[in-house]
Antibody, heavy 123, light 108 residues
Framework: EVQLVQSGAEVKKPGESLKISCKGS????????IGWVRQMPGKGLEWMGI????????RYSPSFEGQVTISADKSISTAYLQWSSLKASDTAMYYC????????????????WGQGTLVTVSS | DIVLTQSPGTLSLSPGERATLSCRAS???????LAWYQHKPGQAPRLLIY???SRATGIPDRFSGSGSGTDFTLTISRLEPEDFAVYYC?????????FGQGTKLEIK
């Protein structure tokens, strides 16, 4: 069974750093793009970016470029989303999701999804 | 970037009725690279439709997708109680692969 398991909820203060994770299992981790999606409280889904663990090719939404870093460690089948200095506005649920088919180009839908990681940033 | 606009924002219907959700793109979506997702509170989003009209594995046939170019539609032929949720469209033909703002399907 293909599964994405995300790290647990986090409570942080503004200015702190954070790295959340998404571990893939049940498939060839290096052959599928993985992406991150943000959902702020009461809002819709926002596409943040994607990474191809095979060669670490990464694409960001202009809205998130420079604000977060997406990375992957193929030796442990895990993708990451990290912040160097959190803001209160980073409070949100973050989902990882795998693209639906193995491909070099990221021309695929998201399926399956991780369970989500709630990040709360508050002083 | 391609902007996806979903309408209506909220749709109030009763079980057994037909639901028609619209997704309009600011420019043509190449090769019908469009997906639909269902999202319920406390759960991860679930893929319903990809390629504009192909149902994902395990999705009931009351869900159907259609459209091409800039206009796409998700139709739920006969609403079941478990279908009331928020629905998003997403294009994936180019980066960034944006989502629409969502349509909330609520019980009337």
């Amino acid at each position: 069974e293909v599964q994405l398991v995300q790290s647990g909820a986090e409570v942080k203060k503004p200015g702190e750093s954070l790295k959340i994770s998404c571990k893939g299992s049940g498939y060839s981790f290096t052959s599928y793009w993985i992406g991150w999606v943000r959902q702020m409280p009461g809002k819709g889904l926002e596409w943040m970016g994607i990474i191809y663990p095979g060669d670490s090719d990464t694409r960001y939404s202009p809205s998130f470029e420079g604000q977060v870093t997406i990375s992957a460690d193929k030796s442990i089948s895990t993708a990451y989303l990290q912040w160097s200095s959190l803001k209160a506005s980073d409070t949100a649920m973050y989902y990882c999701a795998r693209l639906g088919a193995a491909a070099i180009l990221p021309l695929n839908w998201f399926d399956p999804w991780g369970q989500g990681t709630l990040v709360t940033v508050s002083s | 970037d391609i902007v996806l606009t979903q309408s209506p924002g909220t749709l109030s219907l009763s079980p057994g009725e037909r639901a028609t959700l619209s997704c309009r793109a600011s420019q043509s979506v190449s090769s019908s690279y469009l997906a639909w997702y269902q999202h319920k509170p406390g759960q991860a989003p679930r893929l319903l439709i990809y390629g504009a009209s192909s149902r994902a594995t395990g999705i009931p046939d009351r869900f159907s997708g259609s459209g091409s170019g800039t206009d796409f539609t998700l139709t739920i032929s006969r609403l079941e109680p478990e279908d009331f949720a928020v629905y998003y469209c997403q294009h994936y033909g180019s980066s960034p692969q944006t989502f629409g703002q969502g349509t909330k399907l609520e019980i009337k």
